[in-house]
């Protein structure tokens, strides 16, 4: 079965940090790209990151560009997401999904002014 849990999530202040997890289990972790995607109350679900487990290439969005860093520990099969310089407007679910569609059920990310 396969399954990817977030984790990390809470509450900080604007210019905090937090550092999200991912764990992925149920499929060859290093054939599939993982990204994390969020989605604010009202607004649309919005890419934040992605990264290509075979060849550790990623990609960040501009809005996120400079202040996430998405990385993977292959060996625990397991993606990150390192944020800081949090703002109020990264205020979101996050979610992690895999190249076939399966995602998480996301970490709840609650950033104060």
């Known amino acids: 079965e396969v399954q990817l849990v977030e984790s990390g999530g809470g509450l900080v202040q604007a210019g905090g940090s937090l550092r999200l997890s991912c764990a992925a289990s149920g499929f060859t972790f290093d054939d599939y790209g993982i990204a994390w995607f969020r989605q604010a109350p009202g607004k649309e679900r919005e890419g934040v990151a992605c990264?290509?487990?075979?060849?550790?290439?990623?990609y960040s969005a501009d809005s996120v560009k400079g202040r996430f860093t998405i990385s993977s520990d292959n060996a625990k099969n397991t993606v990150y997401l390192q944020m800081i310089d949090l703002k109020p407007e990264d205020t979101a679910v996050y979610y992690c999904?895999?190249?076939?569609?399966?995602r998480g059920q996301g970490t709840q990310v609650t950033v104060s002014s």
């Open positions: 990264i290509n487990n075979s060849d550790g290439s990623t």
């Open positions: 999904a895999n190249d076939a569609g399966s």
